[in-house]
């Protein structure tokens, strides 16, 4: 098994060849892809996957986090904020927590397990841990919560049943002379429905896939449980099509789970074996999504949180038409101040560790005169660009202002924070930090228009 970082060091792998044709496939699936992502040249050559960069039998992780598993290789790539910590490799437990407390407060992307169910487990490989996490939730479902729901089914009868399928029976009964066969639509009430065969599905697709005795136990109860249900192929398109009623909540989460291991399907060489799957997940989103998820929830009372903000646009052009879309990565609005905005753009890079002793901080040229463009377009003085934390003691925010050349001289004033993304000595009180963190930036910025607007 290889263990990677982001953008870290190579690592030797048993079949290259298979394991590059495996990611290509992937990626021409677009599962990782937003579908307002904008794709470029590159990204749409068939012979291009942005997962892994290969060399000979090597290979070296790009900016994706998660595992992939084809046969013999497996490999796991964890987050670039970890990489120069000493004993990464032997961390691995507190990194998996990392990256479930991340997800615990994404919205964009939907991941169905909760840190306090991570807490209770000992599985170091992040394969099996996945396995065994949604195990436990098919077999603590569908035992405490049976699902019996009423099954759309077609079927030809000699007495009718239901409601009567004009269209099929003339295609399929009087066309042939069947008169007496009349072709019904009708929904008995079944455990044997649509939603229980996605989950056994799903579930031999682990029980082919797992290497451990306690993940091989869950599964087969499952099956056991599962045993009247009818064995049918699925599609991650058959979810999408599966609603319910707020009494069986539960199963929403289980068809959550359902869409990472369909996502995977596509991938297997026989209906019922996964012996190729991953889960992977770019770590820029990751931490846009995080930010403004914990935004929105710790901090909704006072301030209004926009993510994705894309109503404007930059420039319109000599015939009026509005062109260069404007996307903010999270906007808020003061609700006690609506006057008062904050454009926030996240950066999940790692500056420098001497980035202090350079005049522009480690902030890249590019990325500030983005902010300022869009602060000017959208009358908003307050800029702020978040990085990730490089060490556990966090380095002071950088403030920048930027004064216009037009007489009023108004301007913007910039400023570059770092949270408290993760720690090695204080996971525990991430939260308390990063809240911490974020009110006094918030409040400073508050004050200081409080008494801009005076003067």
């Not at 479930?100 to 991941?111: E, G, Q």
């Not at 455990?191 to 091989?216: G, H, M, S, W």
């Not at 015939?319 to 926030?344: A, R, V, W």
């Not at 560790?353 to 901080?361: Q, R």
């Amino acid at each position: 098994m290889a263990l990677l970082f982001e953008y870290g060091k190579w690592e030797s792998v048993i079949n290259k060849d298979a394991l590059n044709q495996m990611l290509k496939d992937i990626w021409k699936q677009r599962i990782f892809v937003d579908s307002e992502t904008e794709l470029s040249e590159a990204d749409n050559d068939n012979h291009f996957q942005p997962f892994l960069n290969f060399d000979n039998n090597q290979v070296r992780a790009n900016n994706y986090v998660g595992f992939i598993q084809n046969d013999d290789d497996i490999i796991e790539i964890y987050p670039k904020v970890f990489r120069n910590s000493e004993n990464a490799k032997v961390q691995k437990e507190l990194m998996l927590r990392h990256i479930f407390y991340w997800f615990s407060y994404c919205r964009k992307w939907r991941f169905p397990f909760s840190q306090a169910t991570l807490d209770k487990k000992d599985i170091k490989e992040f394969p099996e841990l996945i396995i065994n996490l949604i195990a436990n939730q098919f077999l603590e479902t569908i035992s405490k919560q049976p699902l019996t729901m009423y099954q759309p089914v077609e079927e030809a009868f000699q007495t009718p049943r239901g409601s009567i399928n004009f269209k099929r029976y003339l295609n399929n009964g009087m066309a042939y002379g069947n008169y007496q066969n009349i072709d019904c639509d009708y929904e008995p009430f079944l455990f044997d429905n649509k939603v229980n065969r996605i989950i056994k599905y799903c579930t031999r697709l682990l029980l082919a896939q797992t290497r451990l005795p306690e993940n091989l136990r869950i599964l087969q109860d499952v099956i056991f449980i599962l045993d009247e249900v009818d064995d049918l192929p699925y599609t991650i398109h058959d979810i999408e099509r599966t609603n319910f009623n707020s009494f069986f909540e539960d199963y929403s989460t289980l068809m959550n789970s359902c869409n990472l291991i369909l996502s995977q399907q596509l991938y297997a060489n026989n209906t019922y074996n996964l012996s190729q799957w991953c889960l992977l997940f770019p770590m820029e989103y990751i931490f846009e999504d995080f930010l403004a998820g914990f935004l929105k929830e710790k901090f909704h009372k006072h301030w209004k949180v926009e993510y994705q903000k894309s109503e404007k646009y930059l420039a319109t052009n000599k015939d009026g038409k509005n062109i260069f879309n404007m996307q903010h990565d999270i906007f808020l609005t003061s609700k006690e101040n609506p006057s008062l905005k904050i454009i926030i753009d996240t950066k999940y890079k790692l500056r420098d560790v001497n980035y202090k002793t350079d005049l522009k901080k480690g902030i890249a040229q590019n990325d500030l005169y983005q902010m300022v463009s869009y602060a000017f377009r959208r009358g908003c003085t307050d800029v702020m660009l978040v990085y990730p934390n490089l060490s556990d003691n966090l380095n002071s925010p950088d403030k920048f202002e930027v004064v216009s050349g037009f007489p009023a001289n108004e301007k913007i004033n910039v400023t570059a924070i770092e949270i408290p993304f993760w720690s090695l000595t204080n996971f525990d009180s991430l939260t308390t930090e990063i809240e911490k963190v974020v009110a006094d930036k918030l409040n400073d910025i508050s004050q200081y228009s409080q008494s801009a607007s005076i003067n």
